[in-house]
């Protein structure tokens, strides 16, 4: 049952982009009814409201759509903000988000799905997207713990969920790798609370009596 005074969020548990919304979402304690989308078979209810059909999605109880996740997660800072995030999201910030979306992810998707682009051995995909982010990301956090600086920011929300599918795809060869700063900021989050309680398994949808 869909309560129409919280705000509804279009959502996929594994989806990325989706993650990061989830997370600031539950930073902020932002109350939401979430409906889990089966990206093959989108609702209705959410192509009428989304041209792209993307998710996440977040409706408003007010009527406003939220397209993109970026602006999900500035929309719930700005209703609360417990460790002042918006305070560090500068310049710099954007530019992370920026390179992760724009760069990263392309080569993240090439390196996941390397048998698609043949053109380039697997490492070779890999080795592009190390140099896209991961690589830069491991020298930011060599010599401070979270992307902005000492505390952390929305840079390193939106990042999460794109560096642990990265590090999911090839799980020993990350592990093993030289980047101890990185392997302990991913950690240090994929423990957190809050990215715990945001990749519980939505409830199966109630059947209805015989
Ligand atoms: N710019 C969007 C991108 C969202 C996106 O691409 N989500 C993927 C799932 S991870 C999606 O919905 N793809 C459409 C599809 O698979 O049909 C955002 O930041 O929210």
Redesign the pocket.
Known sequence: MINPTLPLLYS?R?????IR?RVALHYASVAVTQREVA?RD?PTDLLAISP?????VLQLPDGQVL????D?MLWALAQHDPDDWLGRHDRQCELWVQRN?DDFKPLLDRYKYAQRHPMLSQEAHRAQAVAALIEPVEQTLSHQPWLAGSRPGLADAALLPFVRQFALVQPEWFQAEPMPALQRWLQTQLSSPTFVAVMAKPAPAASTPA
Do not use: E, G, M, N
Not at 14 to 18: E, F, I, S, T, W
Not at 67 to 70: A, P, Q, R, T
């Open positions: 996929f594994r989806c990325p982009y989706a919304a990206l989108k792209a059909a993307t998710v996440p397209l993109h996740s970026l999900i979306d």
